[in-house]
């Protein structure tokens, strides 16, 4: 029985790695570790630990690191916190691979740790690109500690094997993400706007601005011009959903509560959790902001997505993503568009690049594989011949 540990950092996270920790648990061969971190713990996020024990996944650990501080140095502090707690947590648990997702800084510093304890790594979503955070050399510095990567498209398989990566364990199995759409059993919209206590309209959009950590306008800046540019648009309603734990990011969140505090038709959450999220996509007209989601799962459902500013810069996109920097005029012609009734319907022709089939049934065929044959954690740098 190999022992794989999933760490997970923060509510969307989780929804994307839900399905995969099922299927480790459920499969014969393999034992399940969990470990909640980051955002999960906070109050100020939601608790949202509490949302995994009710899905029925035991916590093996808990590893409380994220001080009540969203500054760089506070930021700087929650990853020493994080790389000294979790030497202690993999001591305990012996894990025989650890599953991490994406290019968050508390994954980068359990990955550390990982590598530091001689535990291998498979890394979920490498290669990508964005160009406006942190997060872009967060993910390449993750590839290079991971011995197994999934990607979510061919042209990231490709990015990761030119990162020095032997291609035999890079795997192209599409996005998660897409393949969790198809098999949740969504909320009709009677019993979404029950749930979430609001009446999706006409012209309705969701709304999720993350700090972008490398751009020097300040994020205060950056979304009072988003929010001017929507209370330009009449009739709109606005769902928004806030921002993560990252640098500023209670800047955004305490901007959006004042908002929607003077504003009808408009409602904040912390979290809306995988399932209301997906759900109320079936019923908005369209997504608005800088979340990957906008770009990886939002065009599955046939809806347009305008893309703000350089934090996804470099992203694969599907047709039906509109991109606009972080310019008043330009946001308020994009959201425009977006709500345009012609362009709605031709944006239902276009394909989600990220689709693929048995993505999660991959996953873990492949794990199963590369642990019976891989004793060693010794990797070798592959070299393309140019």
């Not at 991959?362 to 594989?369: M, R, S, Y």
Request: contains cysteine; neutral net charge.
């Amino acid at each position: 029985m190999k022992k794989i540990c999933v760490v997970t950092g923060s509510r969307a996270e989780y929804g994307l790695l839900k399905p995969i920790m099922n299927a480790i648990k459920n499969d014969n061969q393999l034992v399940l570790q969990t470990i909640v971190t980051g955002a999960h713990l906070s109050t100020e996020f939601g608790l949202t630990y509490k949302n995994i024990e009710k899905d029925g996944f035991f916590i093996d650990e808990k590893v409380e690191m994220l001080l009540s501080s969203d500054t760089k140095i506070g930021i700087n502090k929650s990853i020493g916190l994080a790389i000294i707690s979790f030497g202690e947590v993999f001591e305990r648990l012996k894990p025989d691979l650890l599953v991490v997702l994406g290019d968050r800084y508390e994954i980068l510093a359990v990955s550390i740790c990982a590598m530091v304890c001689n535990i291998k790594i498979a890394h979920l979503h490498g290669g990508e690109i964005t160009e406006g955070a942190i997060d872009d050399a967060i993910r390449h510095c993750i590839t290079k500690m991971s011995h197994l990567h999934f990607t979510s498209t061919e042209e990231y398989k490709k990015r990761v094997i030119q990162l020095g990566e032997e291609p035999s364990t890079v795997f192209n199995v599409g996005a998660i993400g897409t393949e969790n759409i198809k098999k949740l059993k969504l909320l009709n919209k009677n019993e979404l706007e029950e749930k979430l206590n609001f009446k999706i309209k006409e012209n309705t959009i969701i709304l999720t601005f993350h700090p972008v950590t490398l751009e020097q306008k300040s994020s205060k800046d950056q979304f009072s011009i988003i929010l001017n540019a929507i209370s330009k648009i009449q009739n709109i309603n606005i769902i928004f959903t806030k921002a993560n734990a990252d640098t500023d990011g209670r800047i955004i969140n305490n901007m959006i509560d004042d908002y929607v505090s003077k504003n009808k038709n408009t409602i904040a959450f912390d979290t809306m959790g995988q399932l209301n999220y997906f759900s109320a996509l079936q019923f908005v007209d369209a997504v608005v902001g800088n979340s990957s989601s906008g770009i990886i799962e939002v065009p599955s459902f046939n809806i347009p997505t305008v893309n703000i500013g350089d934090r996804q810069k470099g992203r694969v996109c599907s047709k039906s993503v509109i991109n606009c920097s972080i310019d008043e005029n330009e946001i308020e012609k994009a959201i425009i568009l977006a709500l345009d009734k012609n362009f709605k319907n031709q944006v239902k022709n276009f394909k989600n690049p990220y689709e693929k089939q048995n993505t999660c049934e991959n996953i873990v065929l492949n794990i199963k594989q590369f642990l019976n044959q891989n004793t060693s954690n010794i990797k070798k740098f592959y070299d393309i011949n140019f």
